[in-house]
Nanobody
Framework: QVQLVESGGGSVQAGGSLRLSCAAS????????MGWFRQAPGRQRELVALITSGGTTNYADSSKGRFTISRDNAKNTVYLQMNNLKPEDTAVYYC???????????????WGQGTQVTVSS
């Protein structure tokens, strides 16, 4: 099974920065779109940012200008640089990836376990 493991979450003051990482491991042939989603208590899970294998990015309006998604295909890792964090950014952040397995070459979606980001005012 493919596994996505997020790291880099934590607590930060408003205006601060965090960099989240998500590393995919397992029997992987290739990874297509990777992205970050977040879910705050009592809220629906929402898109933060997406990045294609070619580097094309897509951001939620709330993320534009503050967050930057990037990836290292050689490391099967996606990053989310979060700057000027606001209290409303507080949520569990989940990594998502579209993965082609090495043993069974079919595309499937995977989710990480989530990493908590807490922004205090």
């Amino acid at each position: 099974q493919v596994q996505l493991v997020e790291s880099g979450g934590g607590s930060v003051q408003a205006g601060g920065s965090l960099r989240l990482s998500c590393a995919a491991s397992g029997s992987i042939f290739g990874i297509g779109v990777m992205g970050w989603f977040r879910q705050a208590p009592g809220r629906q899970r929402e898109l933060v940012a997406l990045i294609t294998s070619g580097g094309t990015t897509n951001y939620a309006d709330s993320s534009k200008g503050r967050f930057t998604i990037s990836r290292d295909n050689a490391k099967n890792t996606v990053y989310l640089q979060m700057n000027n964090l606001k209290p409303e950014d507080t949520a569990v952040y989940y990594c998502r990836a579209s993965v082609i397995g090495a043993t069974a070459p079919a595309l499937a979606e995977y989710w990480g376990q989530g990493t908590q980001v807490t922004v205090s005012s």
